[in-house]
């Protein structure tokens, strides 16, 4: 693609970045067949290629953002499909997260939904404060009738229980049981302790198990993934998680920082780009992206037991959140891991497709977030599973709002077959094959 910023412009170093992604786009369109707003809006300016276009001419332009190209940016849900499909590749996510950043910046949203986004950007990364909002939402259900239709959406997605503050938050230290193999950093997250300790817990119980000894860093917090992918200065967050780990591998040392929540993984292993102008956090932040791994490719490298087997035969339906196989490519060893423990493992149709969770693309957006959770439960339920697994919180939130079958973290059965309790909510009995 061919683009026509000023010297002047390319002087700012996101602006570069984003001339060098545009011109790395041959407009082929392969991406529009896999884009999930795409195939239901069908919009061109709905789709990656499109979307392209309104960037470049708006960055091009140096002016505001106007009313179109934050209608249509707002919709993308940077499930980076695109960016697996793309035979050129061009760095969409990079892209998109600095037009976001432009439009946040000098874009024109009504009153309602500014106060929302801030609404957001406050709570969410703030445990406390999300487990206080959870609380209000909780009275609030009695008159949800009441409520614009938009903030039912929300309603509907906050959960009847919100768990207290535990160890898992840290700061702490799990020692391996046996031999020390490894020493790692676990990130506990910010919404995800308070909606499901237990996927932390069967994390650290699978990985002590296992020889690794896991540390809870002291100061780390929110990875700064919700705020930076809504246009709005992730940066703090980040660099409190640096600094963190940074301490963590001048002492003991790390030989990895373990991320349960894929959405937070892509952007933990992003560090390094986002920090890369930083003289001071450049390095370190490279150091930190580096370590990032989602728990499964830990727990490939640590390798199950050899007696491991299913406490009890399962049909399990994988669903691959976005963040994972399309933001840090990380495909096979989920569906292997599990295979390995002896379970069942059913593919979903079109599993390339997002489900609509999208960090808060589910609250911004909950008319097109509905119909892809829709088509994803219609997919997944038509593998006649006994329960549904997957690595991000989101996407379980998402997807279990919208079925009764019930679904559980990738770790969670990994524990199970290894020794750990039963996940809560799987079926008394197992489908035939």
Aim: hydrophobic share 40%; proline share 7%.
């Amino acid at each position: 693609m061919q683009t026509h910023f000023t010297l002047a412009q390319l002087a700012d170093s996101g602006t570069a970045e984003a001339e060098k992604i545009l011109r790395t786009c041959v407009h082929c369109g392969f991406c529009t067949a896999t884009c999930p707003t795409y195939r239901l809006t069908g919009d061109e300016r709905d789709s990656p290629r499109g979307r392209i276009y309104l960037i470049k001419d708006m960055l091009e332009s140096g002016r505001d953002a106007g009313p179109v190209e934050t209608h249509h940016i707002d919709r993308c849900l940077s499930c980076l499909s695109c960016m697996t499909t793309c035979p050129s590749g061009v760095h969409y996510m990079h892209l998109v997260d600095h037009a976001r950043a432009h439009i946040e910046r000098t874009g024109k949203r009504s009153v309602k939904i500014r106060l929302t986004r801030a609404a957001l950007a406050l709570m969410l990364p703030q445990a406390g404060r999300f487990r206080a909002a959870m609380g209000l939402a909780k009275l609030a259900r009695p008159f949800r009738a009441l409520l614009p239709p938009d903030l039912r959406g929300m309603l509907d997605l906050a959960p009847d229980r919100v768990h207290p503050r535990s160890a898992q938050e840290g700061p702490a230290t799990f020692p391996a049981q046996g031999a020390r193999r490894m020493r790692v950093a676990l990130l506990p997250g910010c919404v995800q302790p308070a909606l499901n300790p237990a996927i932390n817990d069967a994390a650290i119980r699978l990985l002590t198990r296992l020889g690794a000894e896991l540390v809870v860093a002291k100061g780390v917090g929110c990875c700064g993934a919700l705020t930076h992918h809504m246009g709005r200065d992730g940066h703090g967050f980040a660099t409190a998680n640096i600094r963190a780990w940074m301490a963590e591998v001048e002492g003991d040392g790390l030989d990895a920082i373990i991320v349960t929540a894929s959405g937070c993984g892509t952007t933990v292993k992003d560090y390094g780009y986002m920090f890369r102008d930083d003289p001071v956090l450049a390095g370190p932040a490279a150091t930190v992206s580096a370590l990032a791994r989602d728990v499964t490719e830990v727990l490939v490298s640590l390798g199950l037991p050899e007696d491991v087997a299913a406490p009890r035969p399962l049909r399990v339906a994988y669903h691959a959140a976005c963040s994972l196989q399309h933001g840090q490519k990380v495909k096979d060893p989920p569906r292997d891991l599990l295979r390995r423990a002896g379970f069942t493992v059913l593919d979903v149709p079109d599993g390339h497709l997002c489900c609509g969770s999208a960090g808060t693309y589910n609250l911004l957006q909950p008319e097109l977030a509905g119909q892809l959770r829709d088509a994803k439960v219609a997919a997944i339920e038509g593998t006649r599973p006994d329960v549904i697994a997957a690595g991000n919180i989101g996407c379980m939130t998402q997807i279990g709002s919208g079925t009764a079958l019930p679904i559980v973290h990738t770790v969670q059965l990994l524990d199970w077959a290894t020794g750990g309790p039963a996940p809560d909510g799987l079926p008394a009995h197992t489908k035939a094959p």
